[in-house]
């Protein structure tokens, strides 16, 4: 997850926004399990390859935290990015090895949730010293593509098992990750770009 602060908005006026100052950008990255479902319609096209669509669900508890939150010199908050629920509706095309093998390739569009929450503590910099902390919360719904490459094994008519890997470029989730408020909290607005990597075993039941 890529992080870059793209606006601050004045704690005396909601009109007045400018550019973040130095340090507007940060890295953030989790590694974590994940779990799913997914369906799909194959087609043969001979005794070799094969075309279909597949339908996906893929949930995860993926999240990292950025302190203090960039472009904004001497402030001491924090912000967690999470990436929740993804869906993905693609394209499958594969090769039959041999009579129990297939290697495949899938093509997909995403839809992807991405929540972020923030801490302000009364440190003057970003929330108002004389006032109790802030805690603000902002999500955004995006859209991306992923590719996955994989090996299919049958054991059975009806039961095969698979091994994939898959790249996914979910986006740029466009969140105010502190909210402003009048002669409380100066407004942070940022764009996270978020990619995944994932390695996933698998089970299908043919009907």
Do not use: H
Not at 40 to 65: C, F, K, P, R
Request: hydrophobic residues 35%; charged residues 20%.
């Amino acid at each position: 997850m890529d992080w870059d602060t793209t606006r601050i908005t004045s704690a005396f006026d909601p009109n007045d926004s400018g550019t973040p100052g130095s340090g507007a950008s940060a890295s953030l990255d989790d590694s974590a399990f994940a779990y799913g479902v997914f369906g799909s319609y194959n087609m043969a096209l001979n005794d070799q390859w094969i075309v279909g669509a597949e339908l996906a669900y893929q949930g995860s508890d993926t999240s990292d935290s950025v302190s203090p939150v960039p472009g904004f010199p001497g402030n001491r908050s924090e912000a967690e990015v999470e990436v929740k629920d993804t869906f993905m509706l693609g394209l499958k095309g594969g090769y039959l090895l041999n009579e129990t093998m297939l290697a495949y390739s899938t093509l997909s569009a995403t839809f992807t949730s991405v929540d972020v929450n923030s801490d302000c503590p009364s440190d003057g910099a970003i929330c108002n010293p004389s006032s109790s902390a802030r805690s603000d919360n902002d999500d955004d719904n995006i859209t991306g593509w992923a590719l996955a490459v994989g090996l299919e094994k049958s054991l059975s008519s009806t039961l095969s098992v698979r091994a994939e890997y898959r790249y996914a470029d979910f986006g740029t989730a466009e969140v105010e990750a502190v909210k402003q408020a009048n002669g409380e909290s100066f407004g942070v607005d940022a764009d996270i770009d978020v990619t995944s990597q994932s390695l996933m075993l698998g089970a299908a039941y043919r009907f």
